[in-house]
């Protein structure tokens, strides 16, 4: 059936509103009212189906049928706490409406509201003690309280009565999952999803049990599962181009990046996605060269994001190439952060003079800008004027708690001054309030190896390298420290976090 215009539909619902006369009763109305309804509903046109139905409503509210349906509606355009009040609104007209029990029963559930929950579920369960919604319902309530071994018995029942359907089966699994048996759960998941049309809601699930277990070889297998089933979400490509990087299939990953960078080429997050996934899965001259390559095609945005990925691979000189165009003498709101960035890579590459001038430009223009503060308390460092490259950084650090480079920086000005304790409490807190930056986890190491403390800094190498799997800076760093120091603890942790990835 050939579908009329939203626009178009509206235009009726008005035209409808002017042309109901006062000669009709208020049932005709809302009879009227409640037909626009169904039309607006055929032909998708969800707003001007709201607006009907509680017209309607508004001449007949004593109809539980009319609250039902827009309680339907409210819940597909997103609107869960009107369509609660609206099946609640049912339900009083009508107290064995099977809709609206089980419909509330639902969503309290799912709102962790047991007490509600029960409260419609005792009614459905007295009518049809294998009432579906019921049933699910109990067994949201009862994984929610965590009783595993009741939500397991509700799984069997909830399998028998929708048989043909996931839910059953993910409350089985969650049920298993939380009785320990995360790997039976994962099994019988693995063997619906084979068999499944619809395999998403299996595939979802397993996804989330292999990401608690930390297992990357099942993220990634269930990635690729995944993929065909979201051809428009590029997380799942990315993340199944991981799976076949650490098989050693390059030519399924050059499809798969080819492709996203065909269909989202405009999409600055999606192409910085891309260029993490290089940094994390290739060698680091190969990451450079494809990173290099988005950036030199991507727009102004994605060149100064991967302009500064550049400087952290150590090639500053392609990223002062990039930044050259986008950060005229002329310092603007539009070009600030290019500004910025262009004196980082200037300052990475020696430029010193042309990076201090650059960072005055930007702090004439905001002198509370934090980034050309930091690159003013580097080049003061450089210079070793301690006292006010420590009074810049703290600038930053005082005005933003959160701020990574501004904590780093403040560590790294106590160990170029030599002292050792305030040097390692810096690190330390650095450390404990960003656990999963690569940078500071190399400034320490750095630190600690120029201190002899060899086999510490293996240790902290190690031990972050097996908690950041997926990091391709975490495994240069690793690496790196192992090969230079061979410390004991690399020989320990090694095998481990090898076998882990997959390698």
């Known amino acids: ?10 235009a009726s619902a008005l035209l409808l ?70 099946f609640q609104a049912a339900l009083d007209l009508e107290p064995d409406n099977i809709e609206a029990l089980r419909n509330l029963a639902m969503l309290s559930a799912g709102g962790r509201q047991f007490d509600a929950a029960q409260h419609y579920i005792d009614p459905l369960l007295s009518l049809n003690p294998d009432d579906p919604a ?22 069997d029942r909830i399998i028998a009565a929708l048989p043909d359907r996931s839910d059953g089966y993910i409350v089985k699994a969650r049920a298993l999952d939380g009785l320990g048996k995360t790997r039976e759960a994962i099994a019988l998941l693995d063997k619906k999803a084979t068999l499944a049309e619809d395999p998403k809601d299996y595939l979802y699930q397993m996804m989330t049990f292999y990401r608690r277990l930390g297992d990357l070889q099942g993220i990634r297998a269930t990635a690729i599962r995944l993929m065909p089933l979201y051809p428009d979400d590029p997380r799942y490509a ?123 430009a930007v702090l004439d223009f905001d002198k509370a800008n934090p980034e050309a503060l930091l690159l ?6 450089l210079a070793k004027d301690y006292r006010g490259a420590f009074t810049d950084a703290q600038l930053v650090a ?25 040097a390692g409490g810096a690190f330390g807190t650095a450390r404990q309030k960003f656990p999963d930056s690569a940078d500071i986890l190399k400034a320490e190491i750095d630190w600690l190896l120029s201190q002899k403390r060899v086999e510490e800094a293996a240790q902290r190498a190690v031990s972050f390298y097996r908690n950041h799997q997926r990091s391709g800076p975490a495994a240069q760093i690793f690496h790196k420290v192992c090969s230079q120091t061979h410390a004991m603890a690399c020989g320990a942790g090694a ?7 997959g390698m």
Request: aromatic share 4%; glycine share 6%.
């Open 238 to 360: 990315i993340e199944a181009a991981r799976g076949y990087a650490a098989m050693g299939k390059q030519d399924k990953v050059r499809a798969i990046v080819d492709d996203l960078l065909k269909r989202f080429h405009n999409n600055t997050d999606v192409l910085i996605a891309i260029a993490d996934f290089w940094r994390d899965t290739q060698p680091l001259a190969v990451a450079r060269a494809e990173v290099l390559k988005i950036a030199t095609a991507g727009p102004p945005r994605v060149r100064s994001a991967l302009a500064d990925q550049l400087i952290d691979m150590d090639d500053a000189r392609d990223a002062a190439q990039l930044l050259a165009t986008l950060a005229p003498p002329g310092v603007t709101s539009h070009n600030i952060d290019a500004q910025t960035h262009y004196a980082r890579a200037l300052l990475a590459t020696g430029q010193n003079a042309q990076a201090q001038a650059k960072i005055d």
């Open 1 to 10: 059936m050939r579908l009329i215009s939203r626009r178009i539909a509206a």
């Open 17 to 86: 509103s002017l042309g109901l006369g006062a000669c009709q009763s208020s049932q005709e109305k809302a009879d009227a009212w409640e037909g626009q309804y169904d039309r607006m509903m055929a032909n998708q046109a969800y707003p001007a189906a709201l607006m009907a139905i509680k017209k309607s409503i508004s001449y007949d509210d004593t109809t539980a049928r009319r609250y039902i349906k827009m309680a339907e509606l409210q819940m597909q355009v997103g609107q869960p706490a009107g369509a609660a009040a609206s």
């Open 398 to 422: 005082n005005d933003d708690d959160n701020n990574e480079q501004a904590a780093l920086l403040v560590a790294q000005i106590y160990a170029a001054q030599g002292n050792q304790v305030l």
């Open 495 to 501: 095998p481990i976090v090898t076998k882990m990835l």
């Open 134 to 155: 019921g049933l699910l319902a109990s067994g949201a309530i009862a994984l929610g309280q965590r009783r595993f071994a009741d939500a397991s018995v509700l799984s």
């Open 376 to 381: 003013r308390a580097r080049l003061k460092l």
